[in-house]
């Protein structure tokens, strides 16, 4: 069931606190990527608690200090093809959590890279540690940010900053993701979960049918995207069955592999 929790459960739910609903990503040992497991929970999670009129806000984080979300599963993404890209595993996920009818808040510690940065980026709001890492460095591994990086990163951060995070791949820290407006709040990570918590609640006092009619209104900014997610899933496909690909995941599992 969506709403049972194991500690061995891929997401941990704090079931409805004032009306505000917590997510953990499960998967401390392996910085809490994201593999197919994970991906199903959340869609479960998903399924269970969109009708559900008592959530007024949820909280998305990892578990561990290390990591919001350290990517996807390399392991398993290696071995995706261009069926995968087109079926967008990570996206249609990330999709559903933008269009989740209450506010989703980011809570951050350590790295969100690749599809964990995504998922940050899926989020209506961020908050950090002093931690975070933030970075899209899916191009050094032979694919695309085909998960919302190349639509709602510029949303955020203007097309200029975008292209250049998405071209280089290279790390941003806490302090310069909220200076360019990645994250709304930066906080020192032993006072995350308070702040979170602060935000959370304020949304949430507020009345439940105008903050979700508030929500519905914003995301109609984004309607003229589908060209782009389509695309993307088809740029994905071509990049998944690139040979460059599998070469550059390879060296990336036995650099892992040697650091163990």
Known sequence: MAHATRADSPVLLDVLQDGVLTLTLNRPEKLNALDQAMIDAL???LDYYATNGDVRVVILTGAGQKAFAAGADIGQLRDRRAPDALRAINAALFDRIAAFPCPTIAAVRGFALGGGCELALACDLRVCGLS???????TGLGILAAAGATWRLPALIGLGRARELLYTGRLVDATEAQAIGLVNQVVPDDELTAA??????????????ATRLTKQSLRMIEGQLEQVRMFVSAAQAVCFDSPEKVRRMDAFLDRKKKRA
């Open 196 to 209: 979170v918590d602060e935000m959370a609640g304020l949304i949430a006092r507020n009345d439940r049918l």
């Open 43 to 45: 869609h479960a999670a």
């Open 132 to 138: 975070a890492k933030f970075g899209q460095p899916e």
